[in-house]
Structures are given as structure tokens and as C-alpha cells.
């Protein structure tokens, strides 16, 4: 009778995403679904990589600019992109690939090009967020998404910049290419339709 009656709670509720982040408030959701998301984890990673080979000066505006754009691409997921079915993997495997393939060659730019990458890594993890809202508040879901994709970007430069060494500088380009290797797999995988499938 127990093994019944706890068998009761095997049979599956209805599957909706995100269900647990509800409980926690609109921005603590917003900064949840960033840090367990790992293709937006690994796009940010990427972006922290390749600018720890630019001037440092160039750190604080980068961090800037991803946040001015996760909270803006959200709102965009939420406002402008509401109910379309745009798939983003794409888009955030492209960027992926670039960001690590500029670490892994080491490509150094000036401010322009790095910032433009910032924001559309920003804009495209905001606007991957937002299908995650639902019933929250936007405000805060779009604030503790920017929260945490400054901190994830804060916390990469710093631990980048302590390796300024040649083998320090070898180890980020290696995980960069990685990095890119994943972003390639990612494309790849949305492209032929597989993605999602076992």
C-alpha cells in the first residue's frame, strides 16, 4: 500500500519550462536561468577570453555594454519577438564560434569591434532568456539576467588577466578553441534539424 501510494508521485506533471525558477522572484529567476544555461555560460566565457588579449582599459566598457544588452534583449524577447517561434541557436552558435575562434588566434582589435561583439553576445542571451519569463516580472527577470552576465564577465577577466603568463596565455587560447569547437557543433546541430533529438 505504501509503494502504491508513493508511486502516486512518479506519474509526471505537466512539463513546463522553467517551473522551478518560479518560486524564487523575477530576478533571482533572471540570474538563474543565466548561470544554468551553458551555451549563454560558454558565449560570455568566450567574449571574457578574447577581450583579456585586448588593452585592459577595454574590460569595464565590455562588461558595460553586455549588460546594457541582456537587459535590453530581453525586453526585445518579451516585447517585440513575443510568440514567434524565432529559434536563436543559430544565431548564438555563430557567435559562439567567433568569439572563440578571435581567443584562439589571438585577435586583437580596437574598441569598436569588441564592443559590437559585446552587444550582440548581450543581445543574443538576453533574447534566448526571455521564452523563461512567463508570469514574472520583465523588469526584474531583464535586471538580474544583466546582473548576472556582468558578474560571469566581471569574474572571467579576472581570473584571464591573472594569467598573463605565455603558458597562461596558451591555456585561454586552447579554451577558447574549444569553446569555438562548441559553438561549431552547436551550428551545426540546429542547422540539420538534430538539435534536441536523442
Do not use: K
Not at 34 to 46: K, R, V, W
Not at 65 to 77: E, H, K, M
Not at 85 to 103: K, R, S, Y
Not at 107 to 123: D, E, F, K, Q
Request: net charge neutral; with cysteine.
Amino acid at each position: 500500500m505504501v509503494v502504491a501510494s508513493l508511486a502516486v508521485y512518479l506519474i509526471p506533471a505537466s512539463a513546463n519550462a522553467h517551473t522551478a525558477l518560479l518560486g524564487i522572484g523575477g530576478f533571482w529567476s533572471g540570474v538563474a536561468h543565466l548561470l544554468t544555461s551553458p551555451d549563454e555560460l560558454l558565449l560570455l566565457l568566450g567574449l571574457a577570453i578574447w577581450t583579456s588579449f585586448q588593452d585592459v582599459r577595454l574590460d569595464a566598457r565590455v562588461i558595460g555594454a553586455s549588460l546594457f544588452a541582456v537587459l535590453v534583449g530581453v525586453w526585445i524577447g518579451t516585447g517585440i519577438l513575443a510568440g514567434t517561434q524565432l529559434n536563436l541557436v543559430p544565431a548564438g552558435a555563430v557567435l559562439m564560434t567567433v568569439v572563440g575562434l578571435a581567443g584562439a588566434v589571438r585577435l586583437r582589435m580596437g574598441a569598436a569591434p569588441v564592443i559590437s561583439l559585446a552587444l550582440a553576445t548581450g543581445l543574443a542571451c538576453g533574447a534566448a532568456s526571455a521564452d523563461a519569463v512567463s508570469d514574472l516580472s520583465v523588469a526584474l527577470f531583464s535586471l538580474g539576467g544583466s546582473v548576472a552576465a556582468a558578474s560571469v564577465l566581471s569574474y572571467a577577466l579576472l581570473a584571464a588577466r591573472c594569467f598573463e603568463s605565455e603558458w597562461g596565455g596558451i591555456a585561454r587560447r586552447a579554451g577558447a578553441s574549444w569553446i569555438a569547437a562548441i559553438g561549431l557543433m552547436m551550428l551545426a546541430f540546429s542547422v540539420s534539424g538534430h538539435a534536441g533529438r536523442g
